[in-house]
C-alpha cells in the first residue's frame, strides 16, 4: 500500500515538472493571446519558413492545426469547440460547407492581391462567384508510371490501365469518386454521372480491373512508389510531383480524355474569431512571390498567375503539373452530389474492393 | 534436461528478436544522412540535431507524456475501485451485465469513440483541449485495467479475506493491508497498458483536441503525409532509450528493495498456505 | 445485491459507466436509426442483413480475427510460461511491453520497409537463393503484423495468471508422482485459463476493428468492419451506417464476453 501511495504521488511530481518545462518553454511564443491566428490545413500543406514570415511582418502569432481528410474536418468545425479561423477544404467541401453554411462571406475588396489569380481557376461551379473561398492549390488526377517497367505508350489512356500485362501492378487511390469517376470516363460518361444503372456498370468495369490491382491505398502511395514496389499508381498531381522528385524513374499522365481537376481552397468559417488576421493572411499567401515559394516547396500547382514567373522556367514548361489549354478543358471538377448519389457511389466501390 | 533448457532460450530469443526487429530498424535509418527508410546511404546525426533545435516537437513530446502518465494514473484508481466493486458483486448475470457494459470502450472502434466523446464534449459545452483529452484516455484506458486487476482479485483466496476479517481487521485495513499488496502486479500490468493505450492513440485524440493542443501520434500522422520524417525516427530512439534506461533502473531499485523483504513475506505466506 | 453495500468509492466508476460508456452507446444507437439523408429509419439494419458485401466483410473480420486471436496465442503462452521461469522475470517482462510505447504507424512503416519488394527480407530471401516475393498485401502480412501489435497484450494476462500461481501446488503435484506434462495439464492449465480469457478478450475484441493496417499492410485487400467504420465516418459521411455497423460490433463483443464467461465451480477442480 505504501509503495503503490509513493508511486502515486511520484508519478504525480513527475507530471507536475514537466507541465512547468513545458510552460517554461511556451511561455515566449504565446505571450500576444490576442493577435491570433488559428489555421487549419492538411499536414505539410506549407512552408513552414512562409509562416515564420507571416509571423514577422504581421506580429501575429499562428496556431496550426492539421488534418487528413476533408470529412475530419468538416466534421470538427461542425461541432465547434475550436474556433479555426482560416480551413483549407476541397472543391466538392467548400460547396458543402456553403449550403450547410458553415463559411463566412469573403469581402473580396480587402484582399489587394487578389488580381493575381488566373481568371481560368475562378467561378467554378463548387463556388460560382468565389464569395466564399479563394483557391490554394489546384491539380489533377492522373496515371503515375515507372519507366523501368512501362513504356510511356502503354499509358496514355485510362482504358489502357486494364491491359492484362499489368497484372498485380496498379496502386489505386482509396476514394470512391476517383475510381469510378475514371471507369465512367472510359465509358463515355461524366465524372459527375448520378445515373444509377451508369454506375452499376461502372462498377462492373472497375470490378475487371481487379487481377491487375496491386493494392488500394491512400497517402502512403507515395513511399510505395518512391520505393518501386508498383509499376503503375492512380493518383493525383500533388502526390505524383512528391514521388518524381525522388525516384528520376517515375512520370505522370493525365489521359487526354478526361479526368479530374481539384481545388484546395482557403475559407473562413463562421465561427472564426480572428477574422483581420485571416484576410491578412489569405492576402499573404495571395502575393505572388509568397505563392511561388509555396508552391516550390510543396511541388503541387499554383493558381496564382502571377506567381508563374517566380517558379524556375522548368516548372512553368512542365506539361506534367501544368497540362495544357486542351487537356484542361476536359478536365471535370467534382460536384457535391446529393447524398443519396454519393452513398451509392461509396456502396458500389465497397463492393468493388470486397470483390478480390 | 539440459536440451530442453537451450531449446527454450532459442524460442524466447526468436520472440524477442522479432518483437524487436521493427525498432531496431527504425533506430538504425534514424542515423541515415538520406531522408528516407529505404536507402542507407550514410552515417550521420542529423536529423537529432533537426529534433533538438524543433521546440513545437519537444513541447508535444512533453504533452504526451503528461497526458499519458496522468491518464494511465486516474484510469488505474478509477479501474482497480470499479473492478473491486464488480467482484463483490454477488449475482453472476448482473456481473457479467457490467462486465460487458465495461468492454464496450474497447470494442468499440476508436473513430466511433473519438466520435460520440466530441459530439458528448460539445454537448456539455466544453472547451476541447488539455483536459478534453485527458479525459477521453482516462475514458478508454479504464476497462483494460479492469480486464487486468479483475482475474488477480478473483485469484486471491477467499480464505485470506475471511481470515482477515476473523482477526478483527476493518474493510479498509482489508482493503489496505492484505487486498491491494496480492493485486499489486495487476495493478502495474493496468497502468502499463492504460500508459500504452494512452500513448499510442490517434483516433480518439484527434477528435477531442482543439485549440492548438497536440499529441506525438497526431504529430507524426499528419507529419506521415510526405512519408515518414526521419527526426521522428530520431525521437524515437531517444523515448526508447530513455524507457529503457527507466525500466531496467526501476527494476534494479525494486529487486534491491524486494531481497530484503523476502524473509518477512515468507513468514507471512506459511500459514496462509495451509 | 452487493449494490447496497457500495461506498463513494465506486462514484467515479459509475460516472465514468454512465458518460463514457452508456451514453456513447446510445449515441450509436440513435445514430444508426438514422439514413444517409437524416431520415429516421431501421434502413440500416436490413440493408446490412441483405446485403453479400457486409454479411462476407463480418465473416472476413470474425474470421481474421480468430486467426490473428489464435496465432497470438500460440506464440505468448510458450513464452509467458518461459518468461516466468527466468530469473529476472519482471523485467524481461517489461522488456516485452516496452515496443508497445514507439509510435504503431512508425512500426507499420518499419514493417513496409521489411517486407516490400526491395526491403529486408526479401534482400534475404534473395541471398539465400530463395527469390524475392510479394509479401506486403498479402493475408501472411496483416496476419503476422497484426498478430505482432496483439502479442503483448496476451502474454501479460498469462504471465500475471502463470505467476500468481502458488509454487507450492506444483511441487505437491510433482511429489504426487504426476510427471511434467500431467502437472501442466491437471494444475497449470486450468490456472491459468483467467488470464488466457482475458488475453484473449484483450486481443480478439480489437482485432475485430483493426483498420490503418488494414490498408497498409494489406492494401485494403483485406477489409475488416473497423475499416468500414472508419470509412463510413471519416470518408463517407454515413454516420447512420457506421453506427449499424458499430452495434453489430457491440452485439459481437457481448457474444465473445458470454462465451468467455467465467463458470460455477471455477478453481474446484484443481485442489
Partial sequence: MKKLIAIFVGILVVCAVITGINYQMNAKTTANEKKVLNIYNWGDYIDPALITKFEKETGYHVVYETFDSNEAM????????????????????????????????????????????????????????????????????????????????????????????????????????DMLGIALITQGHGMNDTDETDLKNAQTKLKQLMP??????????????????????????????????????????????????????????????????????????????????????IGYSTPNKAAMKYLPTSVQQDKQFYPTESTVAHLEVYQDLPLKVIGNYNDLFLGFKMSK | ????????????????????????????????????????????????????????MISIVLNTVVIALLSALLATVIGTLGALWINQLKQRTMKNAVLSVNNVLMVSPDVIIGASFLILFSFLGFKLGFTSVLLSHIAFSIPIVVLMVLPKINEMPKTMLDA??????????????????????????????????????FAVTFFVTGNGFSTLSIEIYSRARQGVDLEVNALSTLMFLVSLLLVVGYYLLEKYGHTRKINRNKMMKGPNAQ | MGTQKKSFFV??????????????????????????????TLGNYTDYLESATYLKMTFNSVWYAFLITMVTLVISYPTAYLLNQLKNKRLWLLLIILPTWINLLLKTYAFIGLFSQNGSVNDF????????????????????????????????P??????????????????????????????????????????????????????????????????????????????????????????????????????????????????
Avoid: C
Fill in chain 1, 74 to 177: 468538416l466534421t470538427k468545425i461542425k461541432q465547434g469547440g475550436t474556433s479555426y479561423d482560416l480551413a483549407v477544404p476541397s472543391d466538392y467541401t467548400v460547396q458543402r460547407m456553403i449550403k450547410s453554411g458553415l463559411v463566412a462571406k469573403i469581402d473580396k475588396t480587402k484582399l489587394s492581391n487578389y488580381h493575381n489569380l488566373d481568371s481560368r481557376f475562378l467561378n467554378l461551379s463548387f463556388d460560382p462567384n468565389n464569395d466564399y473561398s479563394v483557391p490554394y492549390f489546384w491539380g489533377t488526377l492522373g496515371i503515375v508510371y515507372n519507366d523501368q517497367y512501362v513504356k510511356a505508350s502503354q499509358v496514355q489512356h485510362w482504358e489502357q490501365l486494364w491491359n492484362p500485362a499489368f497484372k498485380q501492378s496498379i496502386m489505386l487511390t482509396d476514394s470512391a469518386r
Fill in chain 1, 212 to 297: 491487375n490491382v496491386k493494392a488500394i491505398v491512400a497517402d502512403e502511395i507515395k513511399m510505395y512508389m518512391k520505393q518501386n514496389e508498383a509499376k503503375i499508381a492512380v493518383t493525383y498531381s500533388g502526390e505524383a510531383a512528391e514521388m518524381m522528385s525522388y525516384n528520376h524513374h517515375l512520370h505522370y499522365v493525365v489521359p487526354t480524355e478526361g479526368s479530374n481537376m481539384w481545388f484546395d481552397n482557403m475559407v473562413i468559417p463562421k465561427t472564426a474569431k480572428h477574422k483581420v488576421a485571416a484576410y491578412a493572411f489569405i492576402n499573404f499567401m495571395l502575393s505572388p512571390k509568397n505563392a511561388a515559394q509555396n508552391a516550390e516547396y
Fill in chain 2, 1 to 56: 534436461m539440459k536440451s530442453k533448457l537451450k531449446l527454450s532460450n532459442l524460442y524466447l530469443t526468436l520472440v524477442f528478436v522479432i518483437i524487436y526487429l521493427p525498432i531496431a530498424y527504425l533506430i538504425f535509418y534514424s542515423f541515415n544522412t538520406g531522408d528516407t527508410m529505404d536507402r542507407f546511404t550514410g552515417f550521420s546525426m542529423k536529423h537529432y540535431a533537426t529534433l533538438l533545435s524543433d521546440t513545437r
Fill in chain 2, 164 to 201: 482477515a476479517y476473523d482477526l478483527g481487521a476493518t474493510k479498509w485495513q482489508t482493503l489496505s493491508r492484505v487486498i491491494l499488496p496480492s493485486i499489486t502486479p495487476g495493478i502495474f500490468a493496468g497502468y502499463f497498458m492504460a500508459f500504452t493505450y494512452s500513448l499510442d492513440d
Fill in chain 3, 11 to 40: 462514484i467515479p466508476y459509475l460516472l465514468w459507466i454512465a458518460l463514457f460508456v452508456v451514453a456513447p452507446m446510445a449515441l450509436i444507437v440513435y445514430q444508426s436509426l438514422f439514413d444517409i439523408t437524416g431520415h429516421f
Fill in chain 3, 125 to 156: 530471401l534473395r541471398f539465400v537463393g530463395a527469390g524475392s516475393h510479394q509479401i506486403l498485401f498479402t493475408d501472411f502480412s496483416f496476419i503476422f503484423v497484426a498478430s505482432y501489435i496483439e502479442i503483448p497484450f496476451m502474454i501479460l
Fill in chain 3, 158 to 271: 498469462i504471465f500475471n495468471a502463470l505467476d500468481e500461481i502458488n509454487p507450492s501446488l506444483v511441487n505437491a503435484s510433482r511429489d504426487l508422482g504426476a510427471n511434467t506434462w500431467q502437472t501442466f495439464r491437471r494444475v497449470i492449465a486450468p490456472l491459468t485459463m483467467p488470464g488466457v480469457k482475458s488475453g484473449f478478450q484483450a486481443v480478439f475484441i480489437p482485432s475485430l476493428s483493426l483498420f490503418m493496417i488494414t490498408r497498409l499492410i494489406g492494401g485494403n485487400r483485406v477489409i475488416t468492419l473497423g475499416t468500414a467504420i472508419e470509412e463510413h465516418f471519416l470518408v463517407t459521411q454515413n454516420w447512420g451506417m457506421g453506427s449499424t455497423i458499430g452495434v453489430i460490433l457491440i452485439i459481437a463483443m457481448f457474444v465473445v464476453m458470454f462465451l468467455t464467461r467465467e463458470r460455477k465451480g471455477k478453481g474446484g477442480q484443481s485442489r
